[in-house]
């Protein structure tokens, strides 16, 4: 029991960092970005290549899995991301689409489309007893990393001159612009970071998730459902609803098998039908 | 019998509007004239054009002039169907779908089991498809009333995931992974048997999309159609002018999803054969990009793209079989990213030059 509520912590909060770059782009800066996966996995085949191709140790593939797709990030964002900022929803969804439809199919070619495996090293693995409950240890290391993250994320969010300036580019463009903000710098590096962090969620997550051509597909819903579900007014909402996601999606799986995937989507349903602007939602 | 249905609900959607103009017309002296313009505008709207007769006399004569790839055309055709189904929602309407392929599933399984288990009669299967498609329609519709985009993409993602997952977990009926198999169905209206070359099954489907296309043509180019352009262009002023939001986008999602039922009921009598595949997500994602092909708004959008998509499908998977999803995404993303403009540009010049040649014919 307290091993699913552990296991589910776990999944929750990797959710949380492959979707936190989501929650900021699509969340705050109201861009619909279907294709937030493929840098999940553009960081998770980093990590593969390198370890299996150039022998890299796991933890030493993890900045190269957060810069790459950061890099790739930023370009595209410069280059084919920027002008959609104003377009319609629609026109965001099928290009985002696309984009996804694209890199399934690259990684197919040129990787191959079966599951890739990471071997994480010797001492992450098996699990351990803490008062007769089953830790394991690869999960309490993702759990580490990734509360240290989102303190990490919170704080620049809210407390340093580049958080504020976000957000005040975030509420009102012009105004920003007009005070000096360089909102277009800003943005770009947002984004960054935001595709960067997803990199890094799918390079610790492909041990856990499983790591395939198909990966923005599987998990895209997932983190869409992690931002409407916990609103679109911070970082607090989507990591609550993180959480409340891994658990309920390990426990169902666990007590329910048949029901699949189910209980997640009916219980997303039901929340936008409840509440259309997400559980954690900033009266406006 | 098919069209019977839509169209009943139309005097029903007729009568807000002209609760609206007439008070106008007890007030204002020029109010007779305005009602009378609409009539003519709507009549004008409602006219058939010649390209528009030269495109069915096309799509009718097409066995005769490519009698190899009828089965190319059948898919054309109910594709053309399902996209008008969601220009119905997104282009008329203004609600944006990511999980249409919900009720084309419904649809092919609703006329799968029927063919398996009632009877094998196709017009008998395809209403029951029609039923049970717009069954989850009016159920679903409820969902996307509330919300912004955002919400309602979700939202009709989700209910195409569980759809999904049901079919996948209720294996008894649907057959699981395997999907339905041994469908055979009998003569249409106990005259016509399905080929192999597929002509019967072309013509069909051709027949389908054309009564439903006529229903459809008709509802866009009513006072309704007018009222759902108007609540898709801006809802806030809609309401305030006596425009029922709600009834209407119920009405047209759930006529869409009867529409969509349709669609996956006449994929799964011409190919006998239902599996999990009609309810994936790239058909919602493919849908999207046929319609926006051939654009949104007009309802030959839907066929045009429709053909277009589905001979770009041709070539490019006989190229590249299994990465002929990445030519869609680049496909998709050129089209954002400024291509569309440029398409729609080529046509409107194409067209003025078109109508410039026969205007200097005649003069």
């Excluded at chain 1, 041990?207 to 597909?217: I, S, V, Y």
């Amino acid at each position: 029991m307290l091993t699913i509520l552990f296991d589910g912590v776990a999944y929750g909060m990797l959710l949380f960092i492959l979707a936190s770059g989501l929650a900021v782009t699509l969340g705050l800066m109201n861009f619909v970005n279907l294709a937030h996966g493929s840098f999940a996995m553009a960081g998770g085949y980093v990590t593969v290549v390198l370890m299996q191709r150039y022998g890299m140790g796991f933890l030493a593939t993890l900045p190269v899995a957060f810069l790459v797709p950061a890099l790739i990030g930023a370009a595209l964002e410069r280059t084919l991301y920027r002008p959609l900022y104003d377009k319609s929803h629609l026109d965001q969804v099928l290009f985002s689409i696309g984009l996804v439809f694209m890199s399934v199919a690259a990684v197919d070619y040129f990787m191959g489309s079966q599951q890739q495996l990471v071997h994480v090293p010797s001492w992450l693995r098996g699990r351990f007893d803490i008062g007769g409950v089953g830790v394991g240890r690869y999960r309490s290391f993702v759990i580490a990393v990734c509360i240290v993250i989102t303190v990490l994320l919170q704080f620049a969010l809210t407390r340093t001159r580049f958080g504020s300036q976000l957000r005040a580019a975030v509420d009102d463009q012009r105004v920003a612009r007009g005070l000096g903000i360089e909102v277009g710098t800003l943005f770009t590096l947002t984004f960054a970071v935001g595709s960067g962090l997803s990199g890094l969620g799918g390079a610790l997550g492909a041990e856990m998730l499983g790591l395939d051509p198909t990966f923005p597909l599987k998990f895209m819903i997932y983190f869409l459902i992690v931002v409407t579900v916990g609103g679109r007014a911070g970082l607090i909402g989507p990591f609550l609803a993180a959480l409340l996601i891994g658990v309920a999606d390990v426990a169902g799986k666990y007590y329910l098998p048949q029901a699949g995937a189910f209980i997640i989507y009916a219980l997303m349903i039901l929340v936008l039908l409840v509440r259309p602007q997400g559980l954690f939602a900033a009266a406006r | 019998m098919s069209m019977a249905r839509p169209t009943a609900s139309l005097p029903a959607a007729n009568l807000p509007v002209a609760g609206t103009a007439a008070p106008a017309a007890t007030t204002a002296a020029p109010a007779p004239d305005t009602t009378s313009l609409a009539g003519t505008l709507l009549r004008r709207r409602r006219a058939w054009k010649p390209v528009e007769l030269l495109f069915w006399g096309v799509a009718i004569l097409a066995p005769l002039m490519l009698p190899r790839s009828m089965l190319l055309m059948n898919e054309i055709a109910i594709l053309g169907l399902f996209a008008l189904s969601l220009d119905l929602i997104l282009g008329y309407a203004g609600i944006v779908s990511l999980g249409h392929a919900a009720f084309l599933g419904v649809g092919a399984y609703a006329a799968g089991l029927f063919a398996l288990n009632v009877s094998t009669d196709p017009l008998a299967g395809l209403v029951a498809a029609m039923l049970a498609a717009s069954v989850l329609g009016l159920l679903s519709s409820f969902l996307v009333l509330r919300g912004s985009d955002l919400t309602r993409l979700m939202v009709t993602l989700g209910v195409a995931l569980l759809v999904f997952e049901a079919a996948n977990s209720w294996r008894s009926l649907t057959g699981g992974a395997d999907g339905l198999q041994g469908i055979t169905i009998g003569p249409v209206l106990g005259l016509f048997d399905f080929d192999l070359q597929g002509r019967t099954a072309y013509l069909y489907s051709l027949a389908v999309l054309f009564l439903l296309f006529l229903a459809a043509r008709r509802m866009m180019g009513s006072p309704f159609g007018l009222s759902l352009r108007a609540l898709r262009d801006n809802r806030l002023r809609a309401s305030a002018s006596g425009v029922g939001v709600n009834e209407r986008l119920v009405l047209v999602y759930t006529l869409a999803a009867a529409y969509a039922g349709a669609a996956g009921g006449l994929l799964a009598q011409t190919t006998q054969f239902v599996s999990l595949d009609v309810l994936e997500f790239h058909r919602s994602a493919d849908l999207m990009l046929v319609l926006i092909i051939g654009g949104t708004g007009w309802l030959y959008g839907g066929l045009v793209g429709a053909v277009l998509f589905e001979l770009f499908q041709d070539v490019v998977s006989a190229a590249t079989p299994q990465y002929w999803q990445f030519w869609v995404g680049l496909l998709l993303v050129v089209f954002v990213s400024g291509g569309r403009e440029a398409v729609h540009k080529a046509g409107a010049a194409l067209r003025r030059r078109i109508a410039a040649l026969f205007g200097g014919r005649r003069a």
